[in-house]
Each structure stands twice: as structure tokens, then as C-alpha cells.
């Protein structure tokens, strides 16, 4: 594959569609500042405008496509790509950790594929190490199967990456019929996430953001005033409305679930794990299993009685500016109780016990005392400047009481010779498992108040994104948490700590 390529000839029209999407706004503005009777050609000259820019962005998107090139040559992919200014990159197959797929909808009609290249690097990058915006699948399973052969070759002569692990052999795109199906996302399990995942709560509020923006068109007093006509002609036709709009948010919120999560599937190919989702754009990620950090079970308050949770990864590859890159949602939908089974088979190293040591009854105060005092902060000045209704936000205090006993109960470890499990709760409750060697820094912290009830908080920190991820139980019982700081010491240090009672004597 040393010949020179170009992308496909559509990587010019995404391009015009991506200028033009991050130009919408101010388009949108100038259309309507214009707006109203046109006595001269001058009025139209913003419009003259908006189509010349329309032009240059397109002629723009044409040139880029004519000026990026790629090519595979002595062991590295090398693309060159630039406007004005010509600029190289060369990325040697030894640091590609894996190639992803996406088919957005005009890849789809074309068999055209989008190609993410994520390398072990690249999570400290603001920005993916590159990106092939539309080549055909043939070219991407050549493309693909020729860098794999070529790591292969690196990997049978001992050869390591820059963090000195054995170079992986990146799954083919062919290989993927062989793997091993360990999760399908159901109908059900659709339609349960988008139920419980607040996703109604959010189309409503970004329909009540978009009409804000046009106050000044809508005629909201006129509005308000039918409105309490309409309250007044019977509660009944009022209640209909209510669940008539909270149907309508709820059939937007599981068609957006269906639309990204659509086909939902995770194999298991060697130490590889492919994950394919989508429906109008069909993506593929490649997630190594040496890449994987941690794993985090998350349960909100609507999914915690049904017994439903999500499972994500915490990965070390991927772009900072590409969220998903880093936590991946392995299993978005199961039950509880099934998901260690299909944890079992990726990562058999990992426990998934869930004995806990528990927060002391003591610490109960403290929950309940500093989440109490920080929400009188807000319902204060409510109830003050709103009164008479904003006394309604006194409710919040025992909400906020009961979420406190829910982060009472929900606070703790669990230890084995090498894997810390962290439980806790901020409004989610979450289950964090970690490996010793996965864990880049553990804090106690202990604040004055802390002190004088012999609680301490537990700090832990794995690599995912540029800042990592920590994961925090707060109040638990102050020799809990030195006896995990002590787990956590190197061994040389531990024991040399054991043996200076015995020197003394």
C-alpha cells in the first residue's frame, strides 16, 4: 500500500456540511436581522453574502479534500493534509492501538467508512491522532488487515510500545463474525433506558431554551392568560395536555436512544473488545483489553428499583476532546445480577463481589448535617424573594435528608490482594472496580470536623483523560482507610514498616 490515496470525493461535501453546521448560528442571526420590506438592492446584500460564503466554504471543502493524502510506507501511516500550508504526519504502526469505524449517512448509501485512528498517546492529545473521513470498506479492510500483519511481525520479534507493553495485534474488521457475541441490546432494553434516563426532562427543557431565544416574536401574556382560561374549564382537559406533552417528550427522548444505541452489540475477539451501535450513523470502537482502567456500575434513582444498571469502562486510550474515546458504555441497559457473567468473560481477573465495608453510624450526621446546610442556601433566598410560593422549596430539605441516608448506606470498600471496589453515591449510586496496578494515586483526606469523629475520606485515581478519573467515599471509619493505604504501599515498603517494631526491640 505505499501508492499515494486520496479520501473519497463525498470527504468534500462532509467537509462543506461541517463548515457550514459550525457557521449556523451567525447565519441564522443575520437572517433574521433582515427580516421585513426590501426597498433596494442593497437590502439583499446580506443574502449576496450568505451565498458567496456558502461558495467559498464549499470551494474550501474541495480544496482540503484534493490536498490530503495517505499512504502506508516503511512501517508507518503517513498522511499529508494541509490548505495553504503543506503538513505531514507520520504515525508508526508500533503506536496504533486500534482503527474505528463509523458510517454517518452519507457513508452508508456509498459503503464508505469513517476511520478513527486511536493510538497510546493519543489520550494525552487534544485532538485524535487522525482521522480518514470517508475511504471505501475495502480500503479500510486492506488498510486495516496490512498494519495488523505488520504489528503481528513486530509482536513475534518481541517488540514493545512506549509504555512497555507487548504491542496487540488490532482486530480486523473480517475477524468480527468470529468473535464471540456477549451482549445484544433488546427493544426492551431501549425503550426501558430512554424511560429512565431523564432523556423527557431534557427535550422538554431544550424546547423551553429554543423558545426563550424568540420571546420578543411570542406573545407569552396572551399566552398565559388562555392558558389559565383553559385551567379554569375543567382540571380534567388540563391533566390530558400535561400527559399529552409528557408522551410527546418521551416518544422524541426513546427515538434519540434508538437512534444512537440502535443494534447495540459487544464481541469479544482475542483481547479485543468491538462494540457497533447506531442506527442513522453506524459507529465501531476496538477497545483493547490491556487499554481498560476500571469498571463502573451506575444505577440513578429511577433504575435502582427495578434492579437496572450501566456498565462503563474506563479507558486509557482515546482523545481528550472525545468523551466516549475514554469512557466507553460497555453494557448501557442490564440487570444487575446478569452483567457479572459477561464481565466474568472479558475480565476474569476482576471480583465482583459486592460485601462492602460499610461508613460507621457515626458518619450518619455528617451526611445529613453538610447536605442540609448547603441546600439552605438555596432555599432561603427562594423562599425569601418568591414568597409565598417559594416556601414550596422547604420540600427540598426532605428530599435532600433521604438522599443523605441513601449516601450513608451507599458509602464504602472492599479489599482483596489486588483489586480495590469502591461504592458510593452523589444523586447516582456507583460501584467502581479497580486493579492495584491499574490505580495511579490514593489520598486520605481529613478535614478538622472529620478529625474529631475519626472519619476520613478515600480517595482513588485511575488514568482517563488528561486530569483522570477519581472516584471518592467520604466518612468512612479513619483506620478503614488507613488500612487500604497500607494495601496500596509497594511491598518492599510495607514490610520494611513491619519489621521496625522488631529492630527496636
Not at 467502581?432 to 475520606?457: C, D, H, M, N, P
Request: net charge neutral; aromatic share 12%.
Amino acid at each position: 500500500m505505499s501508492e499515494e490515496k486520496r479520501l473519497h470525493p463525498v470527504s468534500a461535501v462532509i467537509n462543506f456540511v461541517k463548515a457550514l453546521k459550525e457557521a449556523l448560528i451567525p447565519l441564522v442571526v443575520l437572517v433574521f436581522l433582515n427580516q421585513g420590506d426590501r426597498d433596494s438592492l442593497l437590502d439583499y446584500l446580506p443574502f449576496v453574502g450568505m451565498g458567496v460564503f456558502m461558495i467559498i466554504i464549499l470551494f474550501v471543502g474541495i480544496l482540503k479534500w484534493w490536498r490530503f493524502t495517505y499512504r502506508v510506507e516503511e512501517g508507518e501511516l503517513r498522511i499529508e493534509y494541509g490548505l495553504f500550508v503543506k503538513k505531514k504526519r507520520y504515525i508508526p504502526f508500533e503506536r496504533i492501538q486500534s482503527l474505528n469505524y463509523s458510517e454517518g449517512i452519507l457513508h452508508r448509501p456509498l459503503k464508505l467508512v469513517k476511520i478513527k485512528v486511536e493510538t497510546a498517546g493519543s489520550s494525552n492529545s487534544l485532538e485524535s491522532e487522525a482521522e480518514l473521513t470517508a475511504i471505501t470498506k475495502e480500503e479500510a479492510n486492506e488498510l486495516n488487515s496490512f498494519i495488523a500483519k505488520a504489528k503481528k511481525k513486530l509482536k513475534e520479534s518481541g517488540a514493545v510500545d512506549e509504555n512497555g507493553l507487548p504491542i496487540e495485534e488490532p482486530a480486523e474488521e473480517e475477524k468480527e463474525a468470529e468473535g464471540k457475541v456477549l451482549y445484544k441490546m433488546s427493544v426492551k432494553d431501549l425503550v426501558i433506558m430512554a424511560t429512565t434516563s431523564g432523556g423527557a426532562g431534557v427535550v422538554i427543557s431544550g424546547i423551553l431554551i429554543f423558545l426563550s431565544q424568540f420571546s420578543e416574536f411570542i406573545p407569552f401574556e396572551t399566552v398565559a392568560d388562555e392558558f389559565l382560561e383553559v385551567v379554569q374549564s375543567g382540571v380534567l382537559f388540563v391533566a390530558v395536555m400535561i400527559f399529552l406533552v409528557l408522551f410527546f417528550a418521551w416518544v422524541i427522548a426513546v427515538a434519540m436512544t434508538f437512534i444512537r444505541y440502535a443494534s447495540f452489540t459487544v464481541r469479544l475477539v482475542e483481547k479485543d473488545l468491538i462494540i457497533t451501535r447506531g442506527l442513522l450513523e453506524k459507529k465501531q470502537t476496538t477497545i483493547p483489553l490491556n487499554r481498560i482502567q476500571g469498571i463502573r456500575f451506575n444505577q440513578n434513582l429511577l433504575r435502582e428499583p427495578f434492579k437496572y444498571a450501566s456498565v462503563t469502562i474506563e479507558s486509557a486510550g482515546g482523545s481528550a476532546l472525545e468523551k466516549d474515546s475514554n469512557t466507553i458504555r460497555l453494557l448501557p441497559m442490564i440487570r444487575s445480577a446478569e452483567a457479572p457473567k459477561i464481565l466474568e468473560e472479558i475480565l476474569p481477573e476482576y471480583e465482583w463481589s459486592t460485601d462492602f465495608t460499610g461508613a460507621p453510624k457515626r458518619s450518619i450526621f455528617r451526611y445529613m448535617f453538610w447536605n442540609l446546610f448547603f441546600i439552605s442556601f438555596v432555599i432561603a433566598p427562594v423562599s425569601y424573594f418568591f414568597y409565598p410560593l417559594g416556601l414550596l422549596s422547604l420540600l427540598l430539605y426532605p428530599i435532600m435528608a433521604g438522599l443523605s441516608w441513601l449516601q450513608y448506606k451507599n458509602a464504602g470498600y472492599r479489599l482483596s490482594e489486588d483489586q480495590l471496589t469502591m461504592q458510593y453515591r452523589v444523586f447516582d449510586k456507583q460501584i467502581v472496580y479497580l486493579k492495584k496496578k491499574r490505580i495511579q494515586s490514593l489520598e486520605l483526606k481529613e478535614t478538622w470536623f472529620q478529625r474529631k469523629g475519626r472519619v476520613a475520606t478515600l480517595s482513588a485515581t485511575i488514568k482517563s483523560y488528561l486530569a483522570g478519573s477519581e472516584n471518592t467515599v467520604k466518612h468512612l471509619d479513619v483506620k478503614d482507610v488507613e488500612k487500604v493505604m497500607e494495601w496500596y504501599q509497594p511491598e518492599g515498603s510495607r514490610a520494611a514498616k513491619q519489621s521496625e517494631p522488631l529492630q527496636e526491640e
